[in-house]
Each structure stands twice: as C-alpha cells, then as structure tokens.
C-alpha cells in the first residue's frame, strides 16, 4: 500500500479539529482563576488595583463565553479562522489584564504561554506562527509600560531591570519552546495516527482476501455434489430420451452447463473446502506467496530455504495470517524498488526460531535515517530512477512501518542493515552490497500445531 493508494489529510493541512465546547471550558477555568486573583490581592493582601477595569476584562471574557453557547453549538468544530480569533482574543484579555496588574512584574504574565501551546498542538504552522507573534507583542508591551502593582501602603513591586529583562525573555523562548515542542509533538501523534489507520487498513483488506479464499474453496466442495447428482440425473434422461430429440437436447444443455460449473468451481477451489493450506502452509510457500506480486516486475528473487544448526531438514509449517504474508510481502517490495536487479530472501530456522533475511543489491539505507526506519512519513532509502511498474511510488516509509508494525504484532523481531559501506567504492561491493531486513519469531509464536498439512474436516455450509 502505497501513500497514493490511501488518502490522508496532510499534516499541516488539518482544521476543525479544535470544539467550541473545549475553549470556552478551558476559558471559564481562567476566568475563575483571573476573578479569584483579583478578589484575593486586592482583598486579602492589600493591593491597589484597577478592580474595575480589571473586572470589566473578565466579564468580557464571561460575556463572549455565554455568546459563543447562545449563538453556536457547543459541539461545533471550529474553523482555522474561528479557532484564531478565539485564541487572539484570550491572548487579548490577559495582556489588559497583565497591563492592569504590573506587567511582567507579574508572574501570572507566564500563562500567555498557554494560547500558543493550544495552537500549535491542534492548528496550522502559519496560525500558530501569528499567535506567538502576537504574544510576544503583548509581553514586550507590558515589559515596557503598565500600571504599578502598589500595596496598601503606597509601596510599589517593581523587579531590578536586570530580572525583569530576563523574566521577558524567559517568556518570549518560553513561547517559541513551548510552541516547537508541542508543534512537534503532535505532528508526531498525527503522523503515526495516520500510519496505524492504514496499517489497519491493509490488514482488513488481506483478512478479506484470505476469508474469501475460504468461502470460495468451501462453496467448490460443498457444490461439487448436487452438480453431480444433476449431470447423472441427466444422462440417464438422454439415454431415456432418445426417441424425443427436442427434449433429448434440453437434456444434454443440462449436462453440459453442469459440466461447466464443475469445471469453474474446481478452478476457483482446487485448495478443496476447508483445506488446512488456506490457515497454514510451509514457510517456503508462504514466502513465495508473499514474493509472488512482485517476480515479474523486471527483478530477479532468489528464494532460499536451510535449516540452521539444529533445525531438522524438514521445512517447518506456519499460519497463514495475514500479517505476515502482507508485511513479508512490503518487505520484498522494499526491496524490489530499490534492487538494482537482485533480491534475496533467505529463510533459517532452528529447534527454537524461525529467521527470514531479505538483501538486495541497491545502494543501502542511509546511514543517518537507518535508525529511524519503520517510522512512518520517513523517506528511508536514496531516490532511485522512478519505476516503470509503480510511477506513483512517492517513498514516505508507510510501507516500512506497515510492514514492520503486522510483522511485529505476528511476533517478529525485525532489524534493519546495510550489507556494506554506502559510500563506498563500486569495486570492493560484493554482489548481495544493499540493504538487510532480518525478520525472526520464536518458533513457537507463528508454528502450526503438529506441523502437518492435509485436509481439515468438512463442516456444512450455514447459510
């Protein structure tokens, strides 16, 4: 599965995600907190304050609370714009507020980080960028004019230049820190988000691919018999028939179109109903199940299969589960789009694990990303001329991180190699020079029980 098979929104292209319902709460909780330091500094310890300019920002915030409920659904998602002048408007009524309160002598001053933390967790790069432009013009301002925070007594709090200095400045890097690492930490969520929804995606679709060889092998066994009752049935009305040519001739139709069903049926089921190859296989065809797709795409696969030191010689029989044939599967595609014209996947296995290594003779991994592989959105080998078979390959690394995320849930653990030096001398690279994927499973976790194959036992068909 490719990034152009599968539509996702882009990860800086996401609106609407923020609800009207989850501002205007996280609004009255300020609101609360802003009343309740007010009343307490000006009551309790004794501060002159602009309690009624103070009082009028806060009530505006509580008047655009109540208007935003009367006017919109709580539910509504809010648009980029909406979201926008949301936040600009809360970054707004804090700096009165701060103006009001001492400015950046005020160590409340700190919570303007909050909008922008909000903006860049939930909003677009460009929006984000103007709300911490936006509040660090109201942190400069306050720094630079606001009215005094006086006590009863007429003392004025005022911080030595030198501290109030760095307490700016300490906001201002708090803003472009905090809005980084939030930024970042949610393109990472979003991003693995979207892998883990195709993921789930390709596994469905291989689960239906693998159910419906089931039903179709079942329906060819099942069919089998009433088609022969008809075709008997029939020529005995041939043979009775012989003096009544018009009939005759309607009989032998019957038995040829019994004929053909039997023959389409035995083409589409000749596994027969619930045989035990469509649940579990020997590894060996199993890899070739998985490397079939991709052997005439103009590539050779070399296919090998050893026991390693104690592994009897006999080739052990595992499930066929979809995660492991589809992730084998990416793997060898991997491998094929980047080969220049040799792929080889190795099977082992011993008393104790079960070992697949796929090497091709590309150019390798990079070496900067190789620990990096399986993340999804990672472009994790070099450009390659484009493909004449996948033009649209666009080389994100959601087929990595597909494949290693099946495997691994199969059981498997997976590591990721150059076979030698990417950089080089195109002399001293040996013939299997590109990149190693070692796919290993304890033996136990994807072995069928009693390693044997044959057919299953019948079961009617319910309808």
């Known amino acids: 599965m490719t990034a152009s098979q599968t539509a996702f929104p882009g990860r800086d292209t996401r609106s609407?995600?923020?609800r009207l319902r989850t501002l205007v709460l996280l609004r009255w909780m300020a609101i609360g907190g802003q009343l309740a330091a007010l009343l307490v500094a000006e009551f309790a310890f004794g501060f002159r304050l602009e309690l009624?300019?103070?009082l009028i920002a806060v009530g505006a915030a509580a008047v655009a609370n109540v208007a935003a409920y009367m006017i919109l659904p709580g539910s509504k998602r809010l648009s980029e714009s909406e979201a926008f002048l949301t936040l600009l408007f809360d970054i707004s009524q804090l700096g009165f507020l701060l103006y009001l309160t001492g400015g950046i002598n005020n160590p409340f001053a700190l919570l303007i980080l909050a909008p922008v933390t909000i903006s860049a967790t939930a909003l677009r790069l460009h929006t984000t960028l103007a709300l911490g432009a936006a509040s660090m013009i109201v942190v400069t301002l306050i720094s630079l004019t606001s009215l005094p925070l006086q006590m009863a007594n007429g003392d004025t709090i005022v911080m030595p230049p030198l501290l109030g200095f760095g307490f700016w400045l300490a906001v201002v890097i708090g803003i472009l820190f905090l809005g980084l690492y939030s930024r970042r930490v949610a393109l990472e969520i979003r991003a693995?988000?979207?892998a883990l929804l195709a993921t789930q995606m390709a596994l469905a679709r291989e689960q239906k691919l693998t159910d419906l060889g089931g039903v179709v092998a079942a329906a060819a066994h099942e069919l089998g018999t009433p088609l022969a009752t008809i075709k008997l049935v029939s020529t005995e009305l041939i043979d009775e028939l012989e003096d009544r040519p018009d009939l005759s001739?309607?009989?032998r139709l019957i038995r040829d179109q019994?004929?053909?069903c039997r023959d389409i049926l035995r083409s589409m089921g000749r596994a027969g109903k619930d045989d035990l190859h469509l649940r579990q296989a020997?590894?060996?065809?199993?890899i070739r199940e998985a490397a079939e797709p991709h052997m005439n795409r103009g590539k050779t696969i070399h296919i090998a299969m050893k026991p390693g030191q104690d592994g009897e010689e006999r080739h052990p029989v595992i499930y066929r589960q979809p995660e492991i044939i589809h992730g084998l599967r990416n793997m060898v595609q991997n491998a094929v789009d980047f080969a220049r014209g040799q792929v080889w996947v190795d099977a082992e296995w011993t008393g104790t694990t079960i070992l697949i290594r796929i090497v091709d003779d590309g150019q390798g991994y990079p070496p900067n990303i190789i620990g990096r592989i399986g993340d999804p959105f990672v472009r994790a080998r070099p450009a390659s001329e484009p493909s004449?078979?996948?033009?649209?390959?666009?080389?994100?690394g959601l087929g990595l991180f597909i494949a290693k995320t099946l495997l691994e849930r199969s059981g498997a653990e997976l590591s990721f190699a150059n076979a030698v030096d990417p950089h080089g001398a195109a002399s001293e690279r040996p013939e299997r020079c590109g990149a190693i994927v070692e796919v290993i499973w304890p033996r136990a976790s994807i072995e069928a029980p009693g390693n044997t194959g044959g057919l299953g036992e019948n079961r009617p068909i319910v309808a």
């Not at 004449?388 to 994100?396: L, W």
């Open 16 to 18: 609407d995600w923020v």
């Open 52 to 54: 009624g300019l103070g």
């Open 192 to 194: 693995m988000s979207d």
């Open 249 to 251: 001739e309607d009989a």
């Open 258 to 260: 019994a004929d053909r």
């Open 282 to 286: 020997p590894l060996g065809a199993v």
């Open 388 to 396: 004449a078979e996948r033009p649209e390959y666009e080389g994100m």
